[in-house]
């Protein structure tokens, strides 16, 4: 009952972290900004619209926004929260992690193909190459924790009595941290709220969504940062048996917020990258997560 409490707490305070990102960025400008609940309000009004299909695009693109959410937020039923367990847990769950995200990535791309659009081509293109670059990062970042706790399941990662410290544990922390920008289409690597041709990534692959769809992409999107600052909060604060037990929910939400303004942080003081930068920037990712996995 704790994980599936856990799990529904996780599916409605998602949409509060990028109203966070944008006060602290409002806050850096000397601007008011969009109060903290925006999403919602979006979320509401979408869910309240009707759906433009595109005559030239056929079930993919009706089909990928669904498929994209369902596989967020079953990744996400795979990382424990608080001092509780996972909602779902077996040998080897963190492979389906890995793919389940690369899963919601696919489907979305395949729906952007399908409008047969070459603007939107050219973002899928950006996406998948991109995407490549940080997938061999997070799967070295888990496995320098499945090599540390000695277990293969990211429920027993993160409730194991010998996580990951030390040197490892900032260098990880550092490469996680890169992988959640990249992957969550924050700046440096990418900007949610441009409209920019020569610089749209993941934007550019869903303005041919609308209503209640696009709806389902800015939940989704909204999940998968959560996802990434719960995996980044278990890490850096483990919540083994040494934790006082009553304090370990509140410590770890707290935690998300405070990865959600780390990042609004970085989106103040920071320009977004030169799209030949990106790859560079990717591949340091992985260059900590290998000097983790060679010292853990």
């Known amino acids: 009952m704790n994980a599936a409490a856990d799990y529904l707490t ?3 305070l998602a949409p509060l972290l990028p109203g966070l990102i944008s006060r602290v960025k409002a806050f850096f400008a000397g601007r008011q900004g969009q109060p903290v609940l925006q999403l919602y309000y979006d979320l509401w009004k979408l869910a309240h619209k009707g759906t433009v299909y595109s005559s030239v695009t ?3 693109f009706r089909l990928g926004p669904a498929v994209s959410l369902a596989a967020v937020s079953v990744a996400l039923a795979l990382i424990p929260a608080g001092g509780h367990g996972a909602l779902l847990a077996f040998d080897g769950d963190l492979i389906l992690f890995a793919y389940l995200l690369a899963l919601a990535r696919f489907v979305t791309v395949l729906a952007a193909l399908d409008t047969g659009s070459s603007f939107e081509g050219m973002g899928a293109s950006r996406e998948v190459f991109f995407s490549a670059l940080a997938e061999p990062a997070l799967f070295v970042s888990l496995a320098v924790m499945a090599k540390k706790a000695g277990a293969f399941s990211l429920n027993l990662i993160f409730t194991t009595n010998n996580p990951v410290t030390g040197n490892p544990l900032l260098l990880v922390a550092g490469a996680l941290f890169i992988i959640l920008l990249a992957e969550n289409c924050r700046i440096p690597f990418d900007d949610p709220n441009t409209h920019l041709e020569l610089t ?3 934007e550019v692959m869903v303005l041919d969504h609308s209503g209640p769809d696009f709806g389902l992409i800015s939940y989704g999107a909204a999940l998968k940062l ?3 600052s719960a995996l980044i909060v278990r ?14 929910p509140a410590l770890f939400y707290c935690g998300i917020c405070a990865v959600a303004l780390g990042a ?3 989106e103040s003081c920071m320009a977004r990258f030169k799209l030949l930068k990106v790859p560079a920037m990717l591949l340091a990712a992985a260059v900590l997560a290998f000097a983790a996995f060679m010292v853990a």
């Open 200 to 202: 749209m990534i993941h």
């Open 235 to 248: 890490l850096v604060l483990p919540f083994g048996e040494s934790w006082h037990s009553a304090d370990n």
């Open 58 to 60: 056929g079930r993919v």
């Open 10 to 12: 996780a599916l409605a």
């Open 264 to 266: 609004g942080l970085v």
């Open 226 to 228: 959560w996802l990434f």
